[in-house]
């Protein structure tokens, strides 16, 4: 889904995955839910939930407690460390491009 994105920073092995990947890919396709459902479940508007799965939003505390209370398996913590592993993986990327 966001291979351009990855072709853009770097390769896949050095690319960590964005937190909207990493919740379509292995908790919403795997359970069989359509994106809307699983926005109203969360709370939040489809748009919203759009922007998420896209990378275009980050995930905050309050989102991150959501989908923590929401995906047993995980938790706010899980949401927060993928959040902070893809910004900082994106700030260095960013930052070697500067002269």
Do not use: C
């Amino acid at each position: 889904m966001i291979g351009w994105l990855r072709n853009l920073f770097g390769t896949k092995k050095e690319t960590p995955r964005l937190p909207g990947e990493v919740l379509d890919e292995e908790f919403l396709i795997p359970g069989g839910f359509e994106d809307h459902e699983f926005a109203a479940i969360l709370g939040i508007t489809d748009d919203q939930m759009d922007d998420l799965l896209l990378g275009q939003t980050k995930i905050d505390q309050s989102l991150a407690e959501k989908l923590g209370r929401t995906i047993r398996q995980t938790d706010a913590n899980y949401w927060l460390t993928l959040q902070h592993q893809y910004d900082a993986w994106r700030e260095t990327m960013m930052n070697k491009e500067l002269p």
